[in-house]
């Protein structure tokens, strides 16, 4: 269940922060 | 076989299964739904099919092409709204591979529309289609996750919403880099991105699909009890959807959300030209993306902070907050425009944004303490209808007046202010009807056969 867990988590997570990442660099150059 | 795995009954969780394996099958349903908010990178790509590297005559224009995205959104609330009461009684697993389904075939379908030049396929696959996708696969995982976490409803359905915030910051950078990818000579990439769009979201959808459960009928936290006595507003009877939608709760909660997604989706739509016009010739395109980037940042975080709070103040007092400091933010953006501050000009529309997707992000909840969860999924399908017409009503708004404010010689840096006034009176409006709310009258309550009452259940 934990692995499973971990698993399905990484498979959202992952994707998120690449998106998040990806803003926040954009964002970077208003300042 | 197919139909029995997607039934219901199929996706009862055993005892013991930890809940917080459900949260994720919901975030992949939005996170690629939320793509809808990033649907403007395809905006000019669209206008280059035939020319490739510029518009030649017989290319869509974008007045053309921004009618993609107004019908999938106008669609999203229609199909929530129709197919609400069908996901209730379909189960989450069914209606996300109907969602995921919707969604990637409309990606399909509007490739063909970009092959063959037919534009009206593009509103058809997208629009339509892809839009029933978004309807369906926004409301699908509500019920469940509130059934799953009675403990902390505001928290659970945040964490979903909060996806289909994610959903644009994922879909954005992902659209340009396959558009670079598939770019050729006899291409500019966008029928390809489409094509591998749809087959992605699909895919990704259904890892919701198969992970999503859940519980059983009789099941509840370990160690967690129902309140004895509930705090205001919460209740613990039922409202049936056919019946909640007739109460002044519904509409009174309807104003309130259509006066709160009004106020920000203008700013949303407009930050990047409004970011520039009031710091003429300091804001530079490049810096006006950032903001347009920062703004969907704190829209996604938003949605979590603010529905995880709401469970500690309650959500009426969330929505208290959301539209005094709306008025308190608003009231001063002028003021601060004069002053020349784009710090404190970003950080006001940060937390306005983030009040924005908070808003969304908290409604379900405040269904549940109101409605009960008898029809959470099909209620909040109906009240989405609201999302439809701001989404019409703010933009309109903001457009509308900014260039009415120009053309009585009001300079461009100026244009704003009335706007942002005319956003006060609004969140004033919601703020009455959020002071309005009281509990559903018992007359209302649902029923089980026998007891009497009303039970259109």
């Known amino acids: 269940m934990k692995t499973r867990g971990l698993i399905l988590w990484l498979a959202v997570g992952i994707p998120l922060l690449w998106g998040v990442f990806r803003t926040l660099q954009n964002a970077m150059k208003l300042f | ?457």
């Open chain 2, 1 to 457: 076989m197919a139909s029995s795995f997607l039934s219901r009954e199929s996706t009862i969780a055993p005892p013991g299964y930890n809940r917080f394996l459900v949260p994720p099958a919901a975030l992949a349903v939005h996170l690629s739904i939320g793509q809808v908010y990033a649907f403007s990178t395809f905006n000019l790509p669209l206008t280059k099919v035939l020319g490739i590297t510029h518009s030649v005559p017989g290319d869509w224009n974008l007045k053309e092409i921004g009618w993609i995205f107004s019908i999938a959104i106008a669609i999203l609330g229609v199909a929530a709204a129709v197919f609400g009461r069908w996901v209730e009684r379909a189960g989450p697993r069914k209606s996300m591979f109907v969602a995921a389904l919707c969604f990637g075939s409309g990606f399909i379908v509007s490739a063909l529309g970009i092959h063959y030049h037919w534009l009206w396929l593009v509103y058809l696959g997208y629009g339509v289609l892809g839009g029933c996708g978004l309807g369906i696969g926004y409301i699908s995982p509500v019920s469940t996750l509130i059934k799953w976490f009675p403990d902390r409803p505001g928290m659970a359905t945040g964490m979903a919403i909060m996806g289909f915030g994610g959903g644009a910051l994922i879909a954005a950078p992902l659209s340009v880099i396959l558009m670079n990818h598939f770019k050729t000579a006899a291409s500019n990439g966008v029928l390809e991105t489409f094509v591998t769009m749809g087959v992605i979201y699909f895919m990704f959808t259904m890892i919701g699909v198969y992970s999503v459960r859940v519980p059983a009928a009789d099941w509840k936290p370990e160690g967690w009890t129902p309140p004895l006595k509930p705090p205001p507003l919460v209740t613990q009877s039922l409202v049936a959807v056919e019946v909640a939608w007739r109460t002044p709760q519904f509409w009174l909660l309807w104003v309130v959300l259509c006066m709160n997604v009004t106020a920000g989706i203008g700013v949303l739509s407009q930050a990047s030209p409004m970011i520039q016009e009031i710091f003429t010739g300091r804001v530079t395109p490049e810096m006006a993306a950032g903001f347009v980037g920062l703004l969907s940042l704190f829209n996604m975080v938003g949605r979590f902070f603010w529905a995880s709070t709401s469970d500690y103040i309650g959500r009426r007092n969330t929505y208290f907050v959301f539209f005094a400091l709306g008025i308190l933010l608003y009231s001063t953006v002028p003021s601060i425009g004069y002053a020349g501050s784009i710090p404190l000009f970003v950080a006001a529309f940060v937390i306005i944004l983030s009040m924005y997707g908070g808003g969304f992000a908290t409604i379900p909840a405040y269904l549940r303490d109101v409605f009960g969860t008898l029809h959470v999924g099909a209620i909040h399908g109906r009240l989405l209808t609201a999302w439809s017409v701001a989404g019409v009503l703010g933009p309109v708004l903001v457009n509308y007046i900014r260039q009415y404010q120009i053309d009585q010689g009001v300079p461009k840096a100026q244009a704003y202010s009335v706007t942002m006034y005319i956003m006060c009176g609004l969140l004033l409006i919601g703020f009455i009807c959020n002071f309005c709310m009281r509990p559903v009258r018992e007359q209302y309550h649902y029923r089980a056969p026998g007891e009497g009452g009303l039970r259109s259940a």
